[in-house]
C-alpha cells in the first residue's frame, strides 16, 4: 500500500481508531491503577469506547435523524438518507447497562472503604493479609 | 503484572486495528450493517406502529423485549444497591444519634448512641454530620426549576413518539429532579418527600407495568409484548394499538428508571443508613 | 400455554422478583414459597420444552409477534432445553434447600436476597433459551449484576472479591458486546441464525477473526478458564453458601453453553474449529489449565476454596472437550455441562451444610464429620466420587467422552490432563474423607470415646441435598438416553 | 453356547444390598449378625441356583441398563465368574461366622460399620465376577476399593491412616490412571468393550498398541499385587483379620486377578497374544513378581504380613498361568483362585485365632504354641500345604495344572519358577508349624493357661482347611467348571 493509501485508511476509519485508543486506555486504566475508584472510571472507559464504536456503525454520510415526518407515512422512504437506527437502541440499552454496572461497582466500593478504611489496593491486600 | 498487563493491551489493540483494517468506511451508506436489517425499520416502522421516532419503535416494540430486560437491569441495580448497602437497622423515634439544632436560638446539640432528644422534637430540627451553611439562594433558585425540570420530563416521556426522547430519557430528567432537590436541601427532606417506601414501590411497579403489558397481550391471545393485541382492549386499530402499547411501556420505564435513580442516590449517598447524606 | 413456555421460563422468576422486590420489607414469610412456585413454573416450562422438542423438533418463539431478524426470536433446540432442564431443577433444588441458610445469613433482607435470586435465574434462563446475540449481552448483564450484589454480600473480604468480579465480568462481557459488534458491522443482523447463514460468504474477512477471537475471549473471562481465572476462587469463597451453591453450578457453565452455541450456531463449525488456529491454541491452554488448576487446588486448606479451583479445572474440560470439534468430545462437553452442574450443586450443597452447622468449612473442622454428619458425608462423598469420575455417577460418563474425544482427536496431552485431574481430584477429596472419618481417638479399642455431638442437618435440607446425589447417579446411568435421544440431535450433522 | 436371559446375576448381587437391615438394628447385634448370615445363605444359594444352567453349557445374561448408547452395565454368568462368585460367596459365609468370634472377641468398635461394608464389598466382588463386560467390571471394582477402605483402616488410629492412604494410593491411583484410560482406548479402538470368547482386539489394534495396553491393564489391577504394585498388600494386613482373611486372600487380591483374567481372554483374546508373543512378557513379570515375593517372605516375622507377601507371589501364579495361553495353563490359573483362596483363608483364620487367643503377631513369639492350640495349629500346617501345592490338599491340583500348562506352552524356565517358588513355599511356611510343635519344652514361650481361641474362631479354619482336603479327593466342581471356562476361551480343544 502506498502512503497516500495509508492515510486514506486512517482518514476513512478515523472514528474507529478513537475507539480503539478508548478502549486500551480503558482497559489500561483497570489493569494498571490501584486504585478502585480508577478502576471503576477505566471500566467506564472501555464501556464508552464500544458505544462510541457502535454508534459510529450507525452513521451515515448526508444521513439524517431517524424520525420521521407524518408526510413520510404510505411510501417507502430512501433508507440512504436516515441513519441507521438499530445501534442506537442497543447503545440506550447498553448506557443503562453500564450506569447499573457503575452503581453496583460504587455500592461495593463504599463497602470496601467502609471495612478497610482505603481505596488503594495495595493497602488493602495489606489489610487482608493481617488478618 | 504491570508489564504483563501492557502486553495484553498492546495485543488486543492489534487485535481491534487488525480487524479495523477491513472495516467499511465510516459513514459508509452501502455497509451491510445499512443495507441489511436496518432499512426494513427505516421503511416500515411508520407503516407497523404508527411511531414516526425510529428509534422509539425499535426500542419499544421490534427490540421490546431487549427493553424489558434493559429496565430490569437497571431495577436489579437498584435492588443490588439497597441489598448490598441498606442499613436495616434502625433506631427508634426517641433514641437517635446526630446533631440538632434548636430552631429558635441556632444552637447546635449532638447526641451520642442511645441518648434522647432533650425536648419534643419540635423545637429541635436534625442537621447533617459534616454540616453545609443553609444556603437560601440555592434552595430557593432549585426549588424554582425543579417544576420546570419535571415537567420537561413528562414532556420527554410523552413525545418520546415524535421526538428523540421516551422513558429513559424522560426517567433519569426526573430522577435527576429529585437527586438535585436532595442535594440543594438534605436528605432528610427529599425522604419525607419521596419515602425509601415508595421508591422501593415504584421500582417495582414500573418494571411491572412493562412485564404485565407483555403478559396482558399474552392473555389477549397474542405473543409475548404483541401489543396488537391490545386492540380490542384500547378500542384501536391494532397499529395504533402497538402506538399505545409503546407509550404504556414507557411510562413503566419512565417511572422504574426515576425510582431506581433516587434509590440509588439514596443508598449510596447515605452508605445505607437513610438518615443523613452529601 | 405451552406455546408460550420460552416466554413463560423467563417470565415467572422475573415478575416474582418483582412482586418479591415489592413486598420483601412487609411481608418476607411469603418470598421463598412465592419464589418457589415461580422456579418450579420454570421448571414445568423447561421440561415441557424438552418434550415438545424431543416430540415435535426445535421451535422458535417470536416475542411481539415479529418475524426474526425483524425481532428477537427465542429458539428453542435439543442443546438449550437439555441444559435448561438441568439450571432450572439445580435453581429450584437450591432454594428448597438453602432456605434456613438464607434465613441465618441474611436475615432482615431475605426478600431482596429471594428477589435477585429470581432475577439471577431469569437471566440465566434468557441466556440459555434467546436467539438473539445482543438480547443474549443484556440478560448477561441482569445475571452478572445480581451476581455481583449476591456475591457481594458474604463473608469478609466478600465485597472486594465481589468488585473483582465485576471488573474480570464486566470486561468479559463488553469484549462479548465488542464481537457482536463486529458481527454485526459486517453482517448487519443480530439474530443468531441469520448471522450464521451469511458468514459462510465473509470467511475471508478480517471482521470476521477479531469477532470470533474477541466474543471468545470474552466468554473465556466470564467462564473462568485458567489464566483468566482470577475472579472465581475469592468470589466463590467468599459468597455466603446459599449464594455459591447457586452461582457455582450456574454461571460457568452458562457460559460454556454460549461458547457452545457460539461455535457451533452461529460462527459456522467449519470456521470455529477448521478455519485458524484458534481451535488448537485454546485446547492446548485448557490441558495447560486443568492440570495447573488441579495442582492449586491442592494447596488450599478449606473446602470451598478446593472446590473453587476444582470447578476452574471443569471448565477446563468442557472447554477442551468442546475445542478438539469432534462429535465424541463436544458430546462430552455438553453432557458435562449438565453433569457438571448437578455434582457443582450437589457439592456446595454439602460445603453448604457443613457451614450451617459447623459455622466453618476448614479441614481442621471437618474430623469426625463422618461420624458428626453422617448423611452430609455421604451426599459430599457421592458428589467427590462423581467428580473424580467414578462410574456409575455421572462424572464418569461425560469423562468418558471428553477422553474418547481426545483419543480420536490423537490429542494426547488433553487425555493426560484429564487423567491427571482424575487423580488429583482423588487425592484432594480421600484427604477430605480421611479428614472426616479420622476421629481423634486416644485408643482404637477403648469403649468410651470422646463423644462427638451428632450435627447433622435439618431434613429439610437433608432431603433435598439426597435427593441430588441420587440425582448423580440417575444422570449417569441416563447418559446413554441423553447422549442418542438429545446430545446427538443438539450436534450438527456436518460434525463427525 | 446357549444365553439364557434371566433375572438371576442380578439377584445374585441383591442379598449383600440388604445393607438398610443391617444398618437398621445396628443396636441389637444378634439381629445385625442374623441379617448378615442371612444375606450370606441367599447369596450363595443364588449363585448355587446358577450351577446347573451353566453346568449344561448355558450362560446366564442380564442387561440391567443401557448406560452408554454402545455399552451397557450388564452381566453374564459364564463358568469362569460363577467358579470365582461360588468360592467368595460361600467363604463369606464362614467368614461370617468366624466375623462373630473375632469381633467379639476382641470387643472392636464399630461393628456394624464392619458388617455393613463387608456385605457391600462381597457385593462388588460378585458384581466383578458377572461382569460382562469391562466398563461393568470397572464400576464393581471401583466400588470394592472404595468399599473396603473402611475395612481396612477399621482401627482409625494412625498406623490405620497411612496404611489406608498406601491402599487407595495405589489401588485408585493405578485404576484411574491406567485401567481408565486403557479402557478408553480399547473402546476407542474396537468399539466395544463386551468380553469376547476370541478377544475384541484382534486385527484392530498394532503391535505396539497391544503391549502397552496390555501393560497398563495387568498394573492397572493393582488388587492383583503384580510388583512392583504390589506393597498396599502388606500394608493392608492392618485390618481386622477376618477382613484380611476373606478380602485380602480371596475377594479384593481375586478380583484383582480375575480382572486380569477376564483382560487377557476376553479383551486381547489368548490368540492374539500368541500370535505377538506377549504371553511371554506377562508371564516373565509375573515369574518375577512370584520369586521376589516369596523371597521376602521368608524374611518377614509378622505372621500377617509374611501371609500377604505369600498372596502376592500365589496370585501371580494366577497370572503367569493364564499368560501361558496353554489350555492347562488357563485351566491351573483358574483353579487356583479356588484353592489357594481356601487354603490362605486357613491360614488368616489361624493368624486371627492365635491373635485373639495369645495377643501375639510375630512368628518369633509363637514357639511352642502348637501344643497349647492344636487344632488351630493342625489347621495352620493343612493351609499351608495346600498354599505350597503338596497332597493331599487341593493347592496341589491347581499347581499340577500350572506345570502341565508351561509343559503344553513349552515354556520350560516357567516350570523351574514354580517349582523353585513351590520349595520357597515350603521354606517359609514349614518352619512356623515345625515350631510350634517341635520345641524344646524348656523353649515354649506359652504357659499352660493359653488355651484355644473362642468356639467361632476355632469352627471355621477346621472347616476351610477339611475343604482344602476334600478338594484334593473331590475337585470336580471347580475342575468341571474351570474345563469349560478354558475350552470357552480357547474354542474347544
Redesign the interface.
Known sequence: MTTAGYIN?II??????IY?VL??IG??AM??KRNLIKKIIGMNILQTAIILFYV????????T??????H??GH??D??T?I???????M??AI??S???L??A???A??IY?RYDTLEEDEIHARVRES | M?RL??L???L??A???????????????S?????????????H???DTAV????TA??A???????M??T???????????????V??TPKETEASGLYRHRATGITLRIGQGGRLPLGTREFERIDSQWVPYDLIIRTACSLVLPFIQLFALYVVAHGH???GGG?QGGVIFGAALILFAISHNLRTTLKAMPE?RT??L???G??IY??T??LC?LLG???????ALAGLLGVDPVMARSHGILIVEIGVAIAVMAVMVS?YY??AS?GHMDEGL | MSA?YP?FLV?AP??AA??I??I??ERPGLCPPLAAIALTASLWSAAGMLCRVLAEGPFS??????PP????AYEVDHLNALVLVAMAAVALINLITTRQAVASDFT??EG??Y??YL?FC??TF?ILVTG?A??LY??L??TS??G???V??GHRDA?LASLNYVFMGTIGASLYLLGVG?L???????NMADIFS?LPRLFG???V???F??AMTGLFMKMALFPLHGWLPNAYSEAASPVRSLIAPLTTKTMIYVMVRLGLYVFPPDFTFNHLLFAKVVVWVAAAGIVCASVLALSQTSLRRMLAYVLIAEVGYMVGGFWLGNRMAITGAILHIVNDAAMTLCVFLAVGSFTHQLRDDRFATLKGCFRRMPWTMVVLATAGLSMIGVPPTCGFFSKWYLIGGALTADHWGLVAALIFSSLVNAVLFFRVFEIAYYEPFADPHQEHRPALSYAEAPATMLAPMLFTAAGLVGLGLLTGRIVTHIIDAAIPAAIL | MNTLLTLKPLLALLPPLGLPLILSSCRSPNVREAWTFGAALTMFAVIASMLPAVWAGQCLEFTLVQVLPEVSIAFRVDALGLLFALVSSSLWIVTSLYSVGYMRGLNEHSQTRYYSFFALSLAAAAGVAFSANLLTLYLFYEMLSFATYPLVTHHQDQEARSSGRKYLLYILGASIGLVLPAMLIVFHLSGTLDFTAGGILAGKAGTGQVTVLLVMLIFGFAKAAVMPLHSWLPAAMVAPTPVSALLHAVAVVKVGVFSVLRVITGIFGTGLLAELNLGTMVAAIAAVTIVAASLIALSQDGLKRRLAFSTIGQLSYIVLGAALLSPSGLTGAMLHIAMHAFGKITLFFCAGAIFVATGKKYISEMKGIGWRMPLTMGAFFIGALSVIGLPPCGGFISKWHLVLGTLEADQIVFLWVILFSSLLNAAYFLPIVYQAFFCHPEESLFERQVQEAPRWCIVPPLFTAAVSVILFFHPQPFLHLARMATRHILGGF
Not at chain 2, 414516526?52 to 428509534?55: A, F, G, K, L, T
Not at chain 2, 430490569?72 to 441498606?86: H, K
Not at chain 3, 454485526?184 to 443480530?190: E, H, K, P, S, V
Open positions: 485508511l476513512a476509519k478515523y472514528n474507529y481508531w480503539i478502549m486500551c482497559l489500561w489493569i494498571a459510529s456503525i450507525a452513521t451515515k454520510k448526508g444521513a435523524l431517524p424520525i420521521l415526518g407524518h413520510d407515512a417507502f422512504v433508507y440512504a436516515v441507521n437506527p438499530l445501534p442506537h437502541v442497543l440506550l440499552t443503562v447497562v450506569v447499573a454496572t452503581g453496583v460504587l455500592a461495593l463504599m463497602k467502609n | 504491570k498487563g501492557l495484553a493491551v498492546i488486543f489493540g487485535l481491534l486495528v487488525y480487524g479495523t483494517t477491513d472495516f467499511p468506511d465510516w459513514g459508509d451508506p455497509s451491510p450493517a445499512a443495507t441489511h436489517l436496518s432499512p426494513y425499520y427505516i421503511q416502522s411508520l407503516h414516526p421516532n425510529i428509534v425499535v426500542l416494540d421490534y427490540r421490546g423485549y431487549d427493553t430486560f434493559e430490569a437491569v437497571i431495577f436489579t441495580a437498584g435492588l443490588a444497591c439497597l441489598f448490598l448497602l441498606r436495616f437497622i415524535h421526538s428523540p429513559f417506601k422501593n414501590i421500582t417495582g411497579t418494571v411491572l412485564v404485565g407483555g403478559v399474552l397474542g405473543q409475548f409484548l404483541d401489543y396488537a440509588l443508598n449510596l452508605a | 408460550h416466554i417470565v422475573l415478575m418483582l412482586v422486590a415489592i420483601a420489607r418463539y417470536h416475542i411481539g409477534n415479529w431478524p425483524m425481532g428477537i432482615g433482607r431482596y436476597f428477589a435477585l432475577l431469569a437471566g434468557g438473539d445482543f438480547n443484556v440478560l448483564e441482569i449484576i445480581s455481583y450484589a449476591l457481594g454480600l465485597a463486529y454485526y458491522l459486517i453482517t448487519g443482523t443480530l451469511i474477512s478480517k471482521v477473526v477479531a469477532a477471537v474477541i
